[in-house]
């Protein structure tokens, strides 16, 4: 798709439909091209002021090196004095976070056909060094056939050996995050399994309103599982991924993902239909036409695009590449 040469100025913006830390989600319609897409605009100044640098430049590059079936397409990207722009594919059946949210929970066959897209994802992005580093409910998206749509890059992260910088979200931790001693992709499969459990139960395994203890409980505690919802060879998986020793982690072995796919828990899952997106998903969300919003939560869009202050010419130049 050739929109490189098309910028904001084609842009015609429509509604918000995320907002961040120093970013807003913008649904924006591209006249030369009848579409719509999803316009992630930044706040230079505000990039700076929280030291998002790094992870910011780190997005950008990430999502232009990568494509697959499960994560969300990136077309380009464009800057000005105020804000940082990423244009991006946009998935008009919302967050897998408010399905799981209305279900309450998933039974294994839901919960088992989201892991395998999403196992395939991390497979992609771990072959080329990449940790996510934040795989929650609320960064999975359906596309308008019901399929997983993994976004969100600002944590994402090139590890050729370890990085010991502490992002993501509490409830999906790695015990090595939190200890800063250096973590890797691995990281990820923790997540997973954190993940899976909260798909079967409805719940992560470890909360609190206080981070601190969230991070206590993570490190300190067994996860409990509730044999109502969990059987034990989803049980079985849950622990081997969320294994506090990352040389025993399932997913950071020698065999990498391959050990995660052939767990019994997926006995009987075809992952070249997986791929294919062959598999009928189990949830096909409301979209009446590309534009819909309706699975999307509802901002204020007063003067929102035009709130971004000026960014000192030390901050712009920072990001001259991008």
């Known amino acids: 798709m050739a929109l490189k040469e098309n910028k904001i ?8 439909i995320g907002v961040g830390t120093f970013a807003r989600v913008i649904l924006v319609h591209y006249r030369t091209k009848n579409e719509y897409y999803a316009l992630k605009m930044m706040s230079i100044e505000e990039i700076v002021r929280l030291k998002q640098t790094e992870h910011v430049k780190n997005e950008r590059k990430i999502l232009a090196h990568i494509k697959h079936p499960f994560i969300v397409n990136f077309y380009w990207s464009d800057r000005d004095i105020r804000d940082l722009y990423l244009l991006l594919e946009y998935v008009p059946g919302g967050e897998l976070f408010s399905y799981l949210r209305k279900s309450i929970r998933f039974n294994t066959d839901i919960a088992k056909f989201y892991t395998c897209e999403i196992i395939l994802a991390l497979e992609y992005l771990h072959s080329f060094s990449i940790a996510y580093r934040d795989i929650k409910p609320e960064n999975l998206l359906l596309d308008s056939s019901g ?28 015990p090595e ?14 997540s997973l399994g954190i993940l899976i459990y909260e798909f079967l139960v409805g719940q992560p395994p470890f909360i609190d309103d206080n981070p601190f203890h969230i991070y206590q409980k993570i490190l300190q505690e067994n ?3 509730p044999a109502k919802y969990v059987d034990p060879v989803a049980k079985h998986l849950i622990k081997k991924l ?57 901002f204020d869009d007063c003067d929102v695009w035009y ?11 920072l990001f001259a590449d991008f």
Request: with cysteine; aromatic share 14%.
């Open 177 to 190: 995050i939190i200890l800063s001693n250096g973590h890797s992709t691995a990281v990820d499969w923790y």
């Open 223 to 225: 996860a409990k599982f």
């Open 242 to 298: 969320i294994i506090h020793d990352r040389t025993k982690r399932l997913g950071n072995m020698k065999n990498g993902a391959n050990d995660v796919k052939n767990h019994r828990w997926f006995k009987n899952v075809n992952w070249e239909y997986v791929y294919d997106r062959r598999l009928q998903p189990p949830i096909i969300p409301s979209v009446l036409h590309s534009g819909d919003t309706q699975n999307f939560e509802q």
């Open 147 to 174: 399929h997983l749509k993994l976004t969100d890059f600002g944590f994402a992260k090139y590890i050729h050996d370890r990085t010991y910088s502490t992002v993501g979200t509490p409830e999906y931790l790695a």
């Open 307 to 317: 709130m971004s202050p000026i960014s000192s010419i030390e901050d712009f130049v």
């Open 9 to 16: 100025k084609y842009c015609d913006f429509v509604t918000t």
